[in-house]
Nanobody
Framework: QVRLVESGGGLVQAGGSLRLSCAASGSFSGINAMGWYRQAPEKQRELVATITSIGNTNYADSVKGRFTISRDNAKNTVYLQMNSLKPEDTAVYYC?????????????WGQGTLVTVSS
């Protein structure tokens, strides 16, 4: 079983910063890409940022220049540093990881952490 646990969400004023963390635990041989997605009320889940196992990153246009994704492979942890937050960044943020187990890659998701940005 693989478990992803997010932390770091909360309430912040517009212009502020938050740092999300997501740690993977359980039985697996390694992790491919990791990423963050978000879902605002009554909207579909959307990609925020991804990072490969060697550190190549990809960002949604809406967060480029404000958010930074990083990972610590030794700790099986991915981070999302969010700066210059806007009210439209309010959403539940989900961690995702491509976890290698038994010769296959399984898609794992965290339970989500709520980020609320007040104007």
């Amino acid at each position: 079983q693989v478990r992803l646990v997010e932390s770091g969400g909360g309430l912040v004023q517009a212009g502020g910063s938050l740092r999300l963390s997501c740690a993977a635990s359980g039985s697996f041989s390694g992790i491919n890409a990791m990423g963050w997605y978000r879902q605002a009320p009554e909207k579909q889940r959307e990609l925020v940022a991804t990072i490969t196992s060697i550190g190549n990153t990809n960002y949604a246009d809406s967060v480029k220049g404000r958010f930074t994704i990083s990972r610590d492979n030794a700790k099986n942890t991915v981070y999302l540093q969010m700066n210059s937050l806007k009210p439209e960044d309010t959403a539940v943020y989900y961690c995702n990881a491509g976890v290698r187990r038994w010769g296959t890659v399984a898609d794992a998701w965290g339970q989500g952490t709520l980020v609320t940005v007040s104007s």
